[in-house]
């Protein structure tokens, strides 16, 4: 009974949302899309890579003001991301300090997808998979199978009823679970409360604040040229970040297919990073590549096959003049 009446407030809260289910897998991935932005939904979900697993809470609301989300840390340190439009507060309480940043390229659970995910036909073959239970509610399989080795496959399963995303798996190049994020509890449809979405901690005196939002630049204005593409990988970000006293200017720039980013930080050489290692590393689902040039330490990371970062970071050079 009460499935059905959050199913039901739902429904009257959000009609436009929970559209006639489809038959095609591209018009399922632009429902997921859409769902993620348009609903209101909390809930609790696991994240897990390898043994590393994490429980967060989630709380998102739309209303005629726009969209916000709070994203809740339950195991570990506290920590809060709190998101409202177009800006991005993370809330370390341990360390007294608030970084307040853009949203980033690297969509969040269960906002995996683009607003326009039909390109991404261009380097997946997509189709449905079977339908499941998932947190207590019927889910229908996507499933995404990346055409070239530059990208990993993703699994996708989003609730039948609304469309809304209850589990996405990313999958490696030999078949096996990267990393996986999953609901196991989810209300779809709850009444709007701008209280779900503020953060739980206050703001002190005494804490410290970041601003760590890049100004906007040109990739052609800033000296660096990339001249190893992927195909489908298109530009998505591309900003100078704040500079400390003791060293240059850094760059930041993402390439992106829609579903999987790659970063590329240029930052000088300080004296801390001499020595700095250039190879191949892992972080978690994160492969990270670094190499020098010019005095430089180009890192290019993402959720990507290694072969992907180190065609980026060979073709990563200073301009010459």
């Not at 897990?48 to 429980?55: A, C, F, I, L, S």
Request: aromatic content about 8%; some cysteine.
């Amino acid at each position: 009974m009460r499935r059905f009446h959050c199913l039901l407030a739902a429904f009257l809260c959000c009609g436009t949302a929970w559209a006639e289910v489809p038959s095609d897998p591209l018009s399922w991935l632009g429902r997921i899309s859409s769902a993620a932005h348009k609903l209101n939904y909390t809930g609790t979900f696991v994240y897990q890579n390898g043994r590393n697993v994490e429980t967060s809470r989630i709380a998102h609301l739309v209303d005629g003001g726009g969209e916000y989300e709070k994203l809740e840390a339950l195991d570990g340190s506290p920590r809060e991301v709190v998101r409202s439009n177009d800006e991005v507060q993370c809330f370390l309480p341990d360390q007294k300090l608030v970084i307040v940043d853009q949203p980033s390229a690297r969509r969040s659970f269960p906002a995996r997808l683009p607003a326009s995910p039909s390109a991404l036909a261009e380097n997946y073959r997509i189709r449905k998979g079977e339908v499941v239970r998932i947190a207590g509610l019927e889910s229908q399989q996507i499933i995404l199978e990346p055409k070239d080795d530059m990208r990993f496959g993703h699994q996708l399963w989003a609730d039948t009823a609304s469309g809304l995303l209850l589990r996405a798996r990313l999958i490696g190049e030999k078949g096996e679970s990267v990393e996986q994020f999953v609901f196991n509890e989810v209300q779809i449809g709850v009444p709007v409360d701008r209280e779900k979405v503020k953060p739980r901690f206050v703001r002190a005196a005494d804490w410290k604040v970041v601003q760590a939002r890049g100004n906007e630049v040109k990739v052609e204005d800033i000296g660096w040229v990339f001249r190893n593409a992927i195909p489908g990988f298109r530009q998505v970000v591309s900003v100078v970040r704040p500079a400390r006293k003791e060293r240059g200017e850094s760059y930041h720039v993402v390439f992106s297919d829609g579903l999987a980013a790659i970063s590329v930080f240029i930052e000088p050489l300080s004296s801390a990073k001499t020595n700095a290692q250039s190879g191949m590393s892992t972080s978690g689902a994160v492969n990270i590549f670094r190499r020098t040039v010019a005095d430089h330490l180009i890192t290019v990371l993402g959720e990507v096959p290694p072969q992907a970062l180190v065609r980026i970071a060979d073709g990563v050079e200073m301009r010459k003049r």
